[in-house]
């Protein structure tokens, strides 16, 4: 079960945001504050993280930025009610930024788009060229007419 770091100081929106991933097949693991989404993002090893921005204790972008300075490939999306920090360049290393709606319609729709986006990320890519599919056909080709190989 993939696990969704949820961060924000509204408990009963971290509630709603567990019951809501919970019916998506995620496990939902919630912090309060920064802080704590630091302590159990070491802990838990999370997928992905939803994450407000005005937070008690440590905020959202500074939080992300330390997260994102351990882990590089961590998806986050930013989620909070105040559109005027997507202009704001320390938001930028966001997956995402989405407006808090009572509707989570559009966050689910996110966590799945960036889920599946790192999931192509990890998979190794085998790269099979022309000359290398040929090569079997040719091995007994070549052993016909040199005698070795």
């Given at each position: ?39 159990k993002f070491e802990e838990e090893k999370p997928q992905a993280i939803i994450m407000d921005i005005r937070m ?44 808090k709606s009572c509707d989570l319609s559009e966050l689910k729709h996110k966590i799945r788009e960036v889920l ?34």
């Open positions: 079960m993939k696990k969704i770091l949820c961060v924000d100081d509204d408990p009963s929106l971290l509630y709603l945001y567990q019951v809501e991933l919970c019916d998506e097949g995620y496990e939902g693991i919630l912090a309060e504050d920064g802080k704590q989404a630091m302590e008690p204790a440590m905020d959202g972008i500074e939080a992300m930025n330390a997260i994102l300075g351990r882990d590089r490939q961590i998806p986050v999306i930013l989620n909070t009610a105040f559109p005027e920090y997507k202009q704001n360049y320390m938001t930028w290393g966001a997956e995402a930024y989405i407006i599946e986006k790192r999931e192509k990320l990890e998979r190794p890519v085998v790269e099979t060229s022309k000359s290398t599919r040929e090569k079997p056909r040719l091995r007994p080709l070549l052993k016909e007419r040199t005698g070795d190989f």
